[in-house]
């Protein structure tokens, strides 16, 4: 069955019309918008949860929109063994609602960050990384304030014993433990990644290294 992409907007995501054109426009999968107090998701079999701010960061990134009236839906899909996908923003949804291990911390310098920087693939062998090569580097771009992966020793061992790691950064730019930027849940249909690859999908935004990280989602429901 062909990928029926959906990309559900909060009050405040700001990477949502980006990542449809990416969708829509550069890899040509069916995609719709889905409101935050939509009681389903649909007939979507993909969701995306994008970049942005939702509920202005209150209380913490993610907090509030982990309980928008869609989150529901989602998470039924997602533990149903729908394919999930959350950046920056959206991983730290990921995380508050439970679907992926671990937390966002502020910072490590205590500021905002945004610049392109440089991630190895950790793992080729997902739904989310297929169409890289194993220690590919890649060039992508970050903008976050609460980047800074953390989890207890336990998971950690989890995540490297399991292959969860999808992306880890080459320079370490947030403090994120063990240096990841990307990460799956064990049964492999949710990832969470704080880069967005959506700005990095287009020759004239830069470069295409967040191209393949699209095509090998749509590709798996192929």
């Not at 069916?30 to 409101?35: K, P, R």
């Not at 990460?183 to 492999?188: G, S």
Request: with cysteine; aromatic share 10%; proline share 4%.
């Amino acid at each position: 069955m062909p990928a029926k992409a959906g990309i559900v907007v909060f009050p405040g995501s700001n990477c949502d019309n980006d990542l449809y054109h990416v969708l829509k426009d550069v890899i040509k999968a069916d995609t719709e918008f889905l409101w935050h107090k939509d009681g389903s998701i649909g007939d979507r079999n993909l969701i995306f949860l994008p970049g942005g701010f939702s509920y202005g960061d209150y209380l913490r990134c993610g907090a509030i929109a982990r309980f928008s009236p869609i989150m529901k839906d989602v998470v039924r899909f997602a533990n149903n063994g729908g394919v999930v996908v959350g950046i920056c923003n959206g991983f730290q949804v990921l995380c508050e609602a439970g679907l992926l291990p671990g937390a966002l911390l502020v910072n490590e310098n205590l500021e905002f960050i945004c610049k392109t920087v440089t991630l190895k693939v950790e793992n080729n062998k997902s739904i989310f990384t297929a169409d890289y090569g194993i220690k590919e580097e890649i060039n992508i771009p970050i903008a976050h304030g609460e980047g800074n992966y953390f989890c207890d020793e336990d998971t950690l061992q989890e995540l490297i014993s399991n292959n969860q790691i999808l992306f880890t950064y080459s320079s370490n730019p947030n403090g994120s433990l063990n240096d990841i930027a990307g990460i799956q849940n064990k049964k492999r249909n949710i990832a969470g990644l704080m880069p967005h690859p959506e700005r990095a999908s287009e020759t004239e935004l830069g470069g295409k290294d967040g191209m393949a990280f699209f095509r090998s989602i749509v590709e798996s429901f192929e």
